[in-house]
């Protein structure tokens, strides 16, 4: 277990905010006596077997795409999360992602992103934590949103952190209608905090192998880097779904895409 001593509390009770979690029901039907006595937590720690949990790009990317129940689909997920986000104003704070592994993460190391706003671009790599980094990804897992990746040096998703500490309903509703769904194995939440980059193209961003093997180059999404991707015939799928105010689209929905070319892909298992 590594430390993050700067998101710390004074106690062991203290290092998570405790929420109760409803049942798994449409969280539209918000009746307080359904509630569940079973307790979550919002981790700020990282783990060293959390990142080896998430399931790979091509199983993640699978199972939203092509492998729900009948009844279900990626839209209606989708936008069902939207109104969780929008119900508690965070909307401009958080968004939906899908949960997937990009290289085999060593022993005591996280997967930490390194902002270069002059360049206009970030780069993660496996990182020994320190009290830098902040937390900005999450999933459900064990009962607990936990932590997988991180952010050195960020007030916005400092900032953002903070904001979703005090909106424990927010908590709770999402990991009752992900689990509802059966979908809390590939979508959790994330915390966004790349206006810079956002703000660079046409809204959102674009995720690709970086310079090394165990690398990701996060740019801002533009035709030019999409039409350029395309020559390279990878795989590419959305993988962050956000509803605010960010970026240049206009009906406020900003696109994070994840390209994986073939030789990436073999280390996304």
């Not at 990317?61 to 092509?66: A, E, Q, W």
């Not at 986000?85 to 704070?93: C, E, F, I, M, S």
């Not at 194995?185 to 690709?208: N, P, Q, S, Y």
Request: proline share 6%; with cysteine; aromatic share 8%.
């Amino acid at each position: 277990m590594c430390r993050h001593s700067s998101m710390r509390a004074d106690s062991d009770d203290d290092r998570a905010i405790q929420l109760q979690v409803a049942p798994l029901v449409d969280p539209r039907f918000r009746c307080p006596d359904l509630l569940l006595r079973t307790m979550v937590a919002l981790v700020m720690e990282p783990a060293d077997s959390t990142y080896s949990l998430l399931p790979n790009f091509e199983a993640a990317t699978r199972k939203l795409n092509s492998g729900l129940p009948r009844d279900v689909t990626k839209e209606k997920i989708l936008s069902a999360c939207k109104d969780v986000v929008d119900r508690h104003g965070l909307a401009d704070t958080v968004g939906i992602d899908l949960k997937h592994t990009h290289f085999g993460m060593p022993a005591g190391q996280v997967l930490a992103e390194v902002q270069d706003p002059w360049r206009k671009e970030s780069r993660m790599w496996p990182q020994a934590f320190t009290e830098s980094l902040t937390p900005f990804a999450f999933a459900l897992i064990d009962g607990k949103w936990q932590p997988y990746e991180f952010v050195a040096d960020c007030e916005e998703a400092k900032l953002g952190l903070v904001e979703v500490q005090q909106k424990p309903d927010f908590l709770k509703e999402l990991a009752t209608l992900l689990q509802h769904f059966g979908v809390q194995d590939i979508l959790g939440f994330h915390v966004l905090h790349r206006t810079f980059l956002e703000d660079a193209g046409v809204g959102g961003t674009m995720e690709t192998p970086g310079e090394k093997p165990e690398e990701l180059l996060l740019r801002p999404n533009s035709p030019e880097l999409q039409h350029d991707l395309a020559k390279l015939m990878g795989q590419s799928a959305q993988v962050m779904w956000m509803w605010g105010r960010r970026g240049h689209l206009k009906h406020g929905c900003g696109v994070c895409v994840c390209f994986h070319c073939g030789s990436h892909c073999k280390g996304h298992k």
